[in-house]
């Protein structure tokens, strides 16, 4: 069973930064990308960001572009989400989860994840 261990978050002010950063554990097989997702209180999980593995290639939502950047430590199976210009609106829990190919879907099963709030 994997198991995704976020960690990272916390209280900044509006235009501040945040490194998150997520472990995986448990995977038998290299997962082909990971991604982070967020949930703000009362609406629904949403897509962030993506790193594919191999070829290297990254994706984010509009809403993050030219302020968060996903990085990745193949050695030590960690993936990043640096947080740069915050703001108010990016306060959610904040998850990641992987695929392990391109076919499929993120996995069903979800961390703890970490608490992002920015204050204005």
């Known amino acids: 069973q994997v198991q995704f261990i976020e960690s990272g978050g916390g209280l900044v002010q509006a235009g501040g930064s945040l490194r998150l950063s997520c472990a995986a554990s448990?995977?038998?097989?290299?997962?082909?990308?990971m991604g982070w997702f967020r949930q703000a209180p009362g609406k629904e999980r949403e897509f962030v960001a993506g790193?594919?593995?191999?070829?290297?290639?990254?994706k984010y939502a509009d809403s993050v572009k030219g302020r968060f950047t996903i990085s990745r430590d193949n050695f030590k199976n960690t993936v990043y989400l640096q947080m740069n210009s915050l703001k108010p609106e990016d306060t959610a829990v904040y998850y990641c989860?992987?695929?392990?190919?391109?076919?499929?879907?993120?996995?069903?099963?979800w961390g703890q994840g970490t608490q992002v709030t920015v204050s204005s």
């Open positions: 790193i594919v593995w191999s070829p290297s290639s990254t």
């Open positions: 448990g995977r038998t097989a290299r997962s082909y990308a």
């Open positions: 989860n992987e695929k392990l190919s391109s076919g499929t879907d993120w996995r069903d099963s």
